[in-house]
Each structure stands twice: as structure tokens, then as C-alpha cells.
């Protein structure tokens, strides 16, 4: 995950049913590798959560 905007602060993974699956906090960088190894192919929604307060969310296709 990367973006050229405000430093992300934390990134969050959920399931289509709303639940956490993955996440980071504390992160203050440009970039965050996230490992998905472990999650079962499919749609999530991934947020970012951003140093300036903005939040962007966008859906992730998981293939394996």
C-alpha cells in the first residue's frame, strides 16, 4: 500500500462482512507492505487511514 498524498497512520483490512482481518497502526510512511498470505481469495475493503485525518478506502481482489 502506498500513497503520494499525507503519510499513512494506519491501515485496516476488512472482509465483506465487516470483519478485521488484517491491520497496521502507528506506521507514519508513504508505504506499508501488508501480508495477505493467509486470507482466502477474495473481495476486502482496504482503509487508510492518513496523517492529514483524511481516510481512503478502496476494494482489494485477493488471487492466488
Do not use: E, M, W
Not at 1 to 28: C, E
Not at 33 to 53: C, E, P, W
Amino acid at each position: 500500500v502506498s500513497t503520494a498524498q499525507s503519510p499513512i497512520t494506519s491501515v485496516a483490512l476488512y472482509d465483506l462482512t465487516g470483519r478485521l482481518v488484517a491491520d497496521a497502526k502507528d506506521i507514519n510512511a508513504h508505504n506499508k507492505l501488508l501480508n495477505v498470505a493467509s486470507l482466502n481469495n477474495g473481495a476486502y475493503l482496504l482503509t487508510l487511514k492518513l496523517a492529514d485525518g483524511s481516510t481512503n478506502s478502496t476494494k482489494l481482489l485477493i488471487s492466488k
